[in-house]
């Protein structure tokens, strides 16, 4: 299956061609950008396409983040991959951030938690918890730091996500200490790809989870595991 995965939720546009036959993925960029997605997409995805030398119209299928994220930034990736898929008449299915940042890890089938925080601002976090081998300890929601910070409870974790560190720092001491801590700023693109080609089209889709509206209170709607997050979008 060839899978074209398109990321601009969070602080990068990224964008990979994955062949899940040989496992590889083909061609790949990514820019670290807070700002400015809708001007760097469809460039990228140009040049993404050449690289791996693959047609539009050859392609299985197109993933896509769908948030939580940058309520602007995911919607150009959603645009996007909806636009491509109408035009190349292929299927489009959408990937949670927080799933994509677990998914490396639990792909290492370890016993810890995993614990997925992404910056909500104003001190709250978009926040998921999972057990090592992917299974829900605590669903999808926007919670205060200080709440999230009592997944502690599940024993010493995984940190990964853009608010990772932050997690890291507000710790409870009395607690075990968390056994790794991932900050990077953007889901891998190739695992966003990964978990398009595993979910299915007729449930996960591409539109926005947002977990919040935009300029709303913080709520702490209960939203779906790791595996179901794509499917509740």
Same mark, same amino acid.
């Given at each position: 299956?060839?899978?074209?995965?398109?990321?601009?939720?969070?602080?990068?546009?990224?964008?990979?061609?994955?062949?899940?036959?040989?496992?590889?993925?083909?061609?790949?960029?990514?820019? *670290?950008?807070?700002?400015?997605?809708? &001007? %760097?997409?469809?460039?990228?995805?140009?040049?993404?396409? /050449?690289?791996? $030398?693959? @047609?539009?119209?050859?392609?299985?299928?197109?993933?896509?983040?769908?948030?939580?994220?940058?309520?602007?930034?995911?919607?150009?990736?959603?645009?996007?991959?909806?636009?491509?898929?109408?035009?190349?008449?292929?299927?489009?299915?959408?990937?949670?951030?927080?799933?994509?940042?677990?998914?490396?890890?639990?792909?290492?089938?370890?016993?810890?938690?995993?614990?997925?925080?992404?910056?909500?601002?104003?001190?709250?976090?978009?926040?998921?918890?999972?057990?090592?081998?992917?299974?829900?300890?605590?669903? *999808?929601?926007?919670?205060?730091?200080? &709440? %999230?910070?009592?997944?502690?409870?599940?024993?010493?974790? /995984?940190?990964? $996500?853009? @608010?990772?560190?932050?997690?890291?720092?507000?710790?409870?001491?009395?607690?075990?200490?968390?056994?790794?801590?991932?900050?990077?700023?953007?889901?891998?693109?190739?695992?966003?790809?990964?978990?398009?080609?595993?979910?299915?089209?007729?449930?996960?889709?591409?539109?926005?989870?947002?977990?919040?509206?935009?300029?709303?209170?913080?709520?702490?709607?209960?939203?779906?595991?790791?595996?179901?997050?794509?499917?509740?979008?």
């Amino acid at each position: 299956m060839l899978i074209l995965a398109i990321d601009t939720a969070l602080n990068a546009c990224a964008a990979g061609v994955l062949d899940t036959r040989t496992g590889q993925l083909i061609a790949h960029e990514s820019l *670290p950008m807070a700002r400015g997605h809708a &001007e %760097a997409l469809m460039p990228l995805l140009g040049r993404v396409i /050449q690289q791996s $030398g693959i @047609a539009f119209a050859e392609l299985d299928r197109i993933a896509v983040t769908t948030g939580p994220g940058s309520f602007t930034g995911l919607r150009v990736g959603l645009s996007a991959g909806r636009g491509i898929g109408l035009a190349a008449g292929k299927p489009v299915v959408g990937v949670t951030t927080l799933a994509a940042y677990a998914a490396p890890v639990v792909s290492r089938n370890e016993d810890a938690p995993v614990i997925a925080a992404i910056d909500a601002r104003h001190d709250h976090v978009y926040f998921q918890a999972v057990s090592g081998n992917g299974t829900s300890l605590q669903r *999808p929601c926007v919670i205060p730091i200080d &709440e %999230a910070v009592e997944a502690a409870r599940f024993g010493a974790p /995984q940190l990964v $996500g853009n @608010a990772a560190g932050v997690l890291a720092e507000r710790w409870p001491q009395d607690a075990p200490r968390p056994l790794g801590i991932d900050t990077q700023p953007a889901p891998e693109i190739s695992w966003v790809a990964w978990l398009g080609a595993a979910v299915n089209p007729d449930t996960a889709l591409a539109r926005p989870f947002y977990l919040r509206a935009p300029d709303a209170k913080p709520q702490s709607s209960l939203m779906g595991d790791l595996g179901g997050a794509q499917s509740a979008s």
